[in-house]
């Protein structure tokens, strides 16, 4: 069964970098036919989608997130990672990273992860 875990710093401080990884056990990042995707949901409001990577490593972004964000992976450590740059409070929220076969998440499904708490304040 394919498992997902976010981890990285539950504090940032604002005009600072969010470094997040995904760490994917039971199945590999790199199987066809599916995309490893960035959600997140602020308090109060919906899921928001931010980006994704394929099997392949091509990267996808939503245009709300694209100027400041950057997706990758390591495929040693079966692992995907999000960078999110000038960080401000409106980007605290819940990070959830999850495996789909659509590369755009709009609603929670099978595989995703915990989620991690991140809070941007001084």
């Known amino acids: 069964q394919v498992q997902l875990q976010e981890s990285g710093p539950g504090l940032v401080k604002p005009s600072q970098t969010l470094f997040l990884t995904c760490t994917v056990s039971g199945g590999s990042i790199t199987t066809n036919d599916y995309y490893w995707s960035w959600i997140r949901q602020p308090p109060g409001k919906g899921l928001e989608w931010m980006g994704a990577?394929?099997?392949?490593?091509?990267?996808y972004y939503s245009p709300s997130f694209k100027s400041r964000t950057s997706i990758s992976r390591n495929t040693s450590k079966n692992q995907f990672t999000l960078q999110l740059s000038s960080e401000t409070p409106e980007d605290t929220a819940v990070y959830y990273c999850?495996?789909?076969?659509?590369?755009?998440?709009?609603?929670?499904?099978?595989?995703w992860g915990q989620g991690t708490q991140v809070t941007v304040s001084s």
């Open positions: 999850a495996k789909d076969r659509k590369v755009v998440v709009t609603t929670r499904g099978d595989y």
């Open positions: 990577i394929a099997a392949s490593g091509r990267t």
